[in-house]
Each structure stands twice: as structure tokens, then as C-alpha cells.
């Protein structure tokens, strides 16, 4: 759009109308900062959008200027090389509420906004490089900036984040291009220079107008990580463009309470530091332990500190504001308790004949059948301490608390210091007995496997002598040998040889009777 008086130039009236305005935002946000600083409790302030405002100063080709925005938004510093700058009330342009970023931050009408030229209306085209400068990093979310009247001009976007490392295209959160006027609710311009839109180039990031001069062109961008600054290069395409520079932020409460041994915690200091460490609220709890810090930028990374009674420690809690409000974000304290005061018995146990007794067990407790409240034994002199026990409280000795009749010893303890409760006498056989050592199981030794002595060698003998042949046996008689087994077989043995022997006697008669 070329720059105009009928386009540019509005009625002194309509200034004074939005510096009131300016001047009652200005008001209304003073007062959120008084209630922040006078910490008035947890009452909840509504999720809401904030415009930012500008002051420029210097000449042609040389403006400075700063940018506010609400939500303890960085301090924010600028540089331009444009033929011009301004800064327009607002009131015959704006980003009406039914636009994609009116949508989130709400209506801009009668808030400012930047409005520049390039640098040359010549042929030649020279960029107009406006640089913003962020005192700390921006947050990583709930903030926009705002580019209008996109059309015979076109801008290349440029950032760095922390370290000066440059920001990808991907990271300044292009959300969309849009015609701003003949919106619902919004101003009037040209009907058929209404629908114009920029491009937006996400491998040079930039975004282009359509050569032709209209009206409305913009485009707008939601950074998704914390910027240190941002360069905006606008060069000519045709006539005498102009364009125009938003900033909004949406805004939500973080409150809390803290409290000492459940009742409120006042006057304590609570601050609030963002992402970048930055303390964007310094509050103080009021009488009912609360405090609420109204308009933070909806951001994640925000820490609560609080300093905490005298002799008591806290750590930091960590809020998010990315979907709205954060309440609840509470400090409870608790006084620690003293431990209960102990003192300590002492004494030598000895047996009969007075001497020493070591390794003897010992204990206290509130009586003869209760649970001992300490133990011990006593030492090789005989000697032991109960420690750790209960002031002023009768408590009785038992020595062998195991054995059928233990020794005891009744005593109180005093409030303060130990008690000494002397020499002890208990019975010799009270004396732990001395436990011989087990002999040593001896261990088997294997013995060596027997070796079978040699067979010793036989010697010769005579030659044995032949038996003489036995005489032939009838076949009759040869019927009565017995071939069994056992007993019958050696009787029937025994009855052939007879038999054989009878024969052979009475043959030998009948030959002598020849003979």
C-alpha cells in the first residue's frame, strides 16, 4: 500500500482517543503490578492477550526505538534503516478479533503499532534491515509478531537464539497468511483489494507480496524457541510499499500459598524467574499465605523461589503457564521436632569373688517383663554404657535377661547428664561359662590300594607213579554202579568195588585149586 494521508494520516481525534486508551491500559497494568508486589493472595486473573507498544526516535535511515509488551515480556530494543517510521494509533487498522491472531491475543483496535517504509523508492532495490534486540531470551511460546500490509514488498525474517546461533525457518513458527481487513469486526478497506495474500518461502524465509499495491496482505509467525533477536529485511517489488509490525503476547496467573505448620505464612518473599533466569516477579505473601503474580506470558520453564523461615530449607518448584493458568504452586513448611533428650547408665559387673565379668549381656527396661529399651556386654574389664535412654524414668538393670533368674538392678535416670549405677555383683554361675573349642574332626587320609603279593614258585617233585589198571568189570556188575549224585552215589561207589574185589578173590581161588 502506498503511504497516504487518506490511508496514513488520522484525525487528531482518533490519536487522542487511542492515547487514552493507551494511557488506561498503561494504568490498568500498573495497578496488576502494585497487586503483584503487595502479594494479595491466590485469586485467579483470566488467560488474556496483550498488544505491544512502541517509541521510536532518531531520522531518516536511522531509527531507534523499544517495543513493551505485557507479561514481563523481555525489554525489547530496535534499529531501522527505513526512509520512515511511525507508529499509528491503531485506530483505522488493526487485527480484528475474527483474524487468526486476534483469535488468540483479541482485538488490537486503538492499540499501536509500527508502521515503516523501505529504504528507496527507486529502482534499485535496497533492503530496510529493522533489527529487535531481546535484553534476555524470549520465551519459547505464547508470543507473536504480526506482518501486515505484505504486497509490492516482501521481507526475509532472520533470528538468533542463545550464543548467537541462528535460528532455523522451521523455529519461527510461521502459523499462516491472511487477509486483515474486511474481517467481522475489523476495517474497511478496498473490496477487490481485500483478498490479497502474501507467500510465505520457507527454504529463504521469506515472505512475498503479489507486486501489486493493496491492502491487508499479512502474515504472522509464533516462535517456537527463545530468540535474542530478530531482523526483519524488507525490500521493494513495486511503487511505494509500506508495511506494518505487531508484537502480542497472551498473559496467565501463577499463585500459590505458603504455610508454617499448616497455618498462613506471611510476608515471606517469593520471586519468579522465566526460562532464561530472568526474575519476572518479585511478590511478597500476604496475610493468608497467598501469592499471585496476574500476567505471566503462557510459557513453559518458569521456577517459584521462596525464602523460608529461619532454620529451614526449601528447594524451587517448577511452574508451566503454556495452557493458562498455574495455581497450587504452594510452599508448605514444617518446624521440625527436637529430639527427645537421652542420657546414659554406666557400671562394672563382677562376679562373687570380685572379678571382672566380659562378654556378659546387659540390658534396661521399663520392668522385669518388658522389652528392653537398650542392650549391651560388658567389657573385658567388666565395665558397659546403656545409651540412648529415656530421662528421668525408672528403668531396672537386667543382667542375662534370658536366664531364668536374671540379676536386677532398679534405678531412675536424671534429667540431665549420665548415671552411674557402681559395681554390679552377680552370682559366679551368672558368668557366661567358658565354651570349650571343638576338637578338630580329624580328616580320613586315604590309604593306598592293596597290591596282591606273588604266588610263590612250586617246586618239582617225584614223578608221579602210574595206578595199575583196574581189573574188567562183568557186564552184570557194571549195572549196579551208580552214577548220582550225593551220598547214594559213593554207596553204590563203595558196593561195585566190593563186588569187583569178591570176584577177583574168587578167581584167584579157582586158579590155585588148578594150580
Do not use: K
Request: aromatic share 6%; charged share 15%; proline share 11%.
Amino acid at each position: 500500500m502506498h503511504v497516504t494521508d487518506t490511508h496514513r494520516a488520522e484525525p487528531t481525534a482518533r490519536r487522542r482517543r487511542g492515547l487514552r486508551n493507551a494511557l488506561a491500559a498503561g494504568v490498568t497494568a500498573l495497578l496488576g503490578a502494585g497487586l503483584v508486589a503487595a502479594g494479595t493472595g491466590t485469586a485467579q486473573a483470566a488467560v488474556a492477550g496483550t498488544w505491544g507498544s512502541f517509541a521510536v526516535s532518531g531520522t531518516s535511515r536511522a531509527f531507534t526505538g523499544s517495543m513493551e509488551l505485557g507479561g514481563e515480556f523481555p525489554v525489547t530494543t530496535f534499529t531501522s534503516t527505513a526512509r520512515t517510521v511511525s507508529t499509528p494509533s491503531g485506530a483505522s487498522v488493526w487485527q480484528a478479533e475474527a483474524t487468526p491472531p486476534g483469535e488468540r491475543y483479541g482485538s488490537s483496535r486503538s492499540l499501536p503499532y509500527l508502521n515503516q517504509s523501505t529504504d528507496t523508492d527507486g529502482t534499485t532495490p535496497v533492503a530496510a534491515v529493522t533489527t529487535y534486540d531481546f535484553e534476555t531470551p524470549t520465551p519459547s511460546a505464547g508470543w507473536s509478531f504480526v506482518l501486515g500490509d505484505v504486497d509490492a514488498d516482501q521481507v526475509t525474517i532472520t533470528a538468533t537464539t542463545s550464543g548467537g546461533a541462528p535460528v532455523a525457518a522451521a523455529d519461527l513458527g510461521f502459523e499462516g497468511a491472511y487477509n486483515s481487513c474486511r474481517q467481522p469486526g475489523g476495517w474497511s478497506c478496498t473490496a477487490s483489494q481485500g483478498d490479497d495474500v502474501p507467500t510465505w518461502d520457507p527454504a529463504t524465509a521469506t515472505l512475498t507480496g503479489n507486486v501489486l499495491d493493496t491492502q491487508g496482505a499479512t502474515g504472522w509467525f509464533s516462535p517456537q524457541v527463545p530468540l535474542t533477536s530478530l531482523t526483519l529485511s524488507f525490500v521493494r517489488q513495486s511503487g511505494s510499499p509500506i508495511y506494518q509490525t505487531w508484537f502480542a503476547a497472551r498473559t496467565a496467573a501463577l499463585s500459590g500459598t505458603a504455610t508454617l505448620d499448616g497455618a498462613p505464612l506471611a510476608d515471606a518473599r517469593v520471586t519468579v524467574s522465566d526460562a532464561a533466569g530472568r526474575v519476572v516477579a518479585d511478590l511478597t505473601t500476604g496475610a493468608d499465605g497467598g501469592y499471585l503474580a496476574p500476567a505471566l506470558v503462557t510459557a513453559p520453564g518458569y521456577t517459584v523461589s521462596i525464602v523460608p523461615p529461619e532454620g529451614l530449607t526449601t528447594t524451587p518448584l517448577d511452574a508451566d503457564l503454556t495452557d493458562g493458568d498455574a495455581a497450587g504452586v504452594d510452599f508448605a513448611f514444617e518446624t521440625p521436632v527436637a529430639p527427645a533428650p537421652t542420657t546414659t547408665a554406666t557400671g562394672t559387673v563382677v562376679d562373687e569373688e570380685g572379678e571382672p565379668v566380659a562378654d556378659l549381656p546387659v540390658a534396661a527396661a521399663p520392668g522385669t517383663s518388658s522389652a528392653p529399651i537398650a542392650e549391651t556386654t560388658t567389657d573385658e574389664d567388666g565395665t558397659f554404657a546403656l545409651e540412648e535412654l529415656p530421662v528421668e524414668t525408672d528403668l531396672v538393670l537386667v543382667t542375662r535377661p534370658d536366664d531364668v533368674a536374671p540379676t536386677v538392678v532398679p534405678f531412675r535416670t536424671p534429667a540431665a547428664g549420665s548415671v552411674d549405677l557402681g559395681t554390679i555383683v552377680v552370682p559366679t554361675a551368672v558368668a557366661p561359662p567358658v565354651t570349650p573349642e571343638p576338637e578338630p574332626t580329624p580328616v580320613p587320609v586315604p590309604l593306598p590300594e592293596p597290591v596282591p603279593a606273588p604266588a610263590p614258585p612250586v617246586a618239582p617233585g617225584p614223578a608221579p607213579v602210574p595206578a595199575p589198571p583196574a581189573p574188567a568189570v562183568p557186564a552184570a556188575s557194571q549195572a549196579l554202579a551208580y552214577t548220582g549224585d550225593g551220598a547214594g552215589g559213593l554207596l553204590g561207589l563203595g558196593a561195585a568195588l566190593l563186588l569187583a574185589g569178591a570176584v577177583v578173590t574168587s578167581s584167584a581161588a579157582v586158579h590155585g585149586r588148578r594150580a
